[in-house]
């Protein structure tokens, strides 16, 4: 069964301190690996696509990469208005083209 | 110069009940969904239509009935509202199935009494 876990669930930083967010997927075959941010009250919004292993996006303080296995959210040096909860999901080949798995998401508080 | 829109954005109503939520986009985009979000933040699809035409069913109950009027219109029509049916629905849209962004509505929180 295609899978998708994020860690860790909550993650507090000092404004300025980098860290890393983590998503491991298991599926039956990767067709992309998604990641949004989502403010409270709000929708999720669209951060990155990754679809093949070595690849990296940025974006402003955020960079994403992505192994066979799984996907890491770097953060360098976080401010205040990153404080969100990030999303990763996946989308497998196979079955309907356009359906998302997402994981549960990390909480992330930045505080300054 | 909203891209996808929802309304209503909260909605408390009593069990057993019938309610519809409206999403509309203005993206140009042919592919739509809904996705329930739990209490735990847990994001699962539900339905998704190309142009018109159902092409995810999650197997979610046959109360909940989506109906696209158009490509730019998804709602979902929900009957005899349960408990369990309170969680925030989010609707989505993508540019068609072969572009796997999608891009999300603010929400509408739904709590059943």
């Known amino acids: 069964e295609d899978q998708v876990t994020q860690s860790p669930e909550a993650l507090r930083l000092q404004e300025g301190e980098s860290s890393s967010l983590n998503c491991s997927y298991t599926?039956?075959?990767?067709?992309?690996l998604f990641w949004y941010r989502q403010d409270p009250g709000k929708g999720p919004e669209f951060l990155f696509t990754?679809?093949?292993a070595g690849e990296e996006k940025e974006k402003e303080r955020l960079k994403a990469t992505l192994t066979k296995k799984e996907s890491f959210l770097h953060i360098t040096a976080p401010k205040p208005e990153d404080s969100a909860t990030y999303l990763c999901?996946?989308?497998?080949?196979?079955?309907?083209?356009?359906?998302?798995?997402f994981g549960t998401g990390t909480l992330l508080a930045v505080q300054p | 110069d909203t891209a996808v829109s929802q309304t209503p954005k909260y909605l408390v109503t009593q069990m057993g009940n019938d309610k519809s939520i409206k999403c509309e986009q203005n993206l140009g985009h042919d592919t739509m969904y809904w996705y329930k979000q739990d209490s735990k933040k847990f994001l699962k699809i539900m339905f998704s239509y190309n142009n018109k035409e159902l092409i995810i069913n999650e197997t979610v109950p046959n109360r909940f009935s989506p109906k696209s009027p158009d490509k730019a219109h998804l709602n979902l029509h929900i009957n005899s509202l349960e408990l369990g049916d309170s969680a925030v629905y989010f609707c989505a849209s993508s540019l068609g199935l072969t572009t796997y962004e999608q891009y999300f509505g603010p929400g509408t929180r739904l709590t059943v009494t």
């Open positions: 999901a996946v989308q497998a080949r196979g079955g309907a083209t356009n359906k998302l798995i």
């Open positions: 990754l679809y093949s």
């Open positions: 599926v039956s075959g990767l067709r992309g």
